[in-house]
């Protein structure tokens, strides 16, 4: 298999902070995205990442598939940013496609 | 409309029971997944259909048998239920074998008792 760590565990931020979590992947991948489970536990996709830049309103990512990581940007939090974020790899030397999951950043931004 | 939906979204059975969770995706996609999450939010894959082709069979229990009547469709039936089946099921879908950007249903969330 592949090794999907993800940093920090837990964060707490106050509402308007800015914070980057990070994904670190053993192995080369073909793909990678990044989820939001929120409160309500379902999975929202927020990226679909496999290497470069993008942006989506307040939040962005970066991978570098080179080094193996990819980084989320959360600027200017809300309180909906309240939940877990999964990164989700696609190892490129498997035959099958799936995904593997890091065990999620659980967020928790206070009013 | 909801691109994949599962149904129902939370199920409460007792152990022994044979129980079925549905999943249906509207976005026209080839793939289409079966992931568990365990009570401490990992989630790992535990089947993939390709156009109702079984492709991807995770080392799962034989009491759980996937069934794809098309593309659109991908149901999970669990036979003689344990307590340890407790979890969150979510069905996902992608474009294909190639494309494979995952987009997950709201999750199932099942407790055996």
């Known amino acids: 298999g592949i090794q999907v760590e993800q940093s920090p565990p837990d964060l707490i931020l106050q509402e308007g902070a800015n914070s980057t979590l990070r994904c670190n992947f053993s192995d080369s991948v073909n793909n990678l995205q990044w989820f939001h489970q929120n409160p309500w536990g379902q999975l929202i996709n927020l990226f679909y990442?496999?290497?470069g830049t993008k942006q989506n309103g307040r939040l962005s990512a970066t991978t570098v598939a080179t080094e193996r990581y990819s980084l989320l940007y959360i600027s200017s939090s809300q309180t909906t940013d309240s939940g877990v974020y999964f990164c989700?790899?696609?190892?490129?030397?498997?035959?099958?496609?799936?995904?593997?999951f890091g065990s999620g950043t659980k967020l928790n931004v206070k009013p | 409309d909801t691109a994949v939906s599962q149904t129902p979204k939370y199920l409460v059975t007792q152990m022994g029971n044979d129980k079925s969770i549905k999943c249906e995706q509207n976005l026209g996609h080839d793939t289409m997944y079966w992931y568990k999450q365990d009570s401490k939010k990992f989630l790992k894959i535990m089947f993939s259909y390709n156009n109702k082709e079984l492709i991807i069979n995770e080392t799962v229990p034989n009491r759980f048998s996937p069934k794809s009547p098309d593309k659109a469709h991908l149901n999970l039936h669990i036979n003689s239920l344990e307590l340890g089946d407790s979890a969150v099921y979510f069905c996902?879908?992608?474009?294909?074998?190639?494309?494979?950007?995952?987009?997950f249903g709201q999750g199932t969330r099942l407790t055996v008792v």
């Open positions: 989700a790899v696609e190892r490129a030397r498997e035959n099958f496609n799936k995904f593997y």
């Open positions: 990442i496999p290497s």
């Open positions: 996902a879908s992608s474009h294909n074998l190639i494309v494979t950007e995952a987009f």
